[in-house]
């Protein structure tokens, strides 16, 4: 079941970086809302992903931080 977003979502080129707390950080296609991806974090992602040359940052609550291409 899907729980709270309480990040801010982040635009980044034609992709639209949504966190939640059901430990997942979705990319959809910024435009028509299609699935690009979706990765499954250690915990709950209460932060905003980052976008930096070319890949996301995420801080999940069991203290991982990911950076995904």
Avoid: E, N
């Avoid at 992602?45 to 950076?67: L, N, Q």
């Amino acid at each position: 079941a899907r729980q709270a977003i309480s990040a801010s979502p982040v635009v980044a080129g034609d992709v639209l970086y949504v966190a939640s707390y059901d430990q997942t950080l979705t990319a959809l296609d910024a435009r028509h809302g299609t699935l690009h991806w979706q990765f499954t974090a250690g915990g709950p992602i209460h932060a905003t992903p980052v976008v930096s040359d070319g890949r996301v940052y995420v801080a999940a609550m069991d203290g991982v931080v990911s950076a995904l291409q």
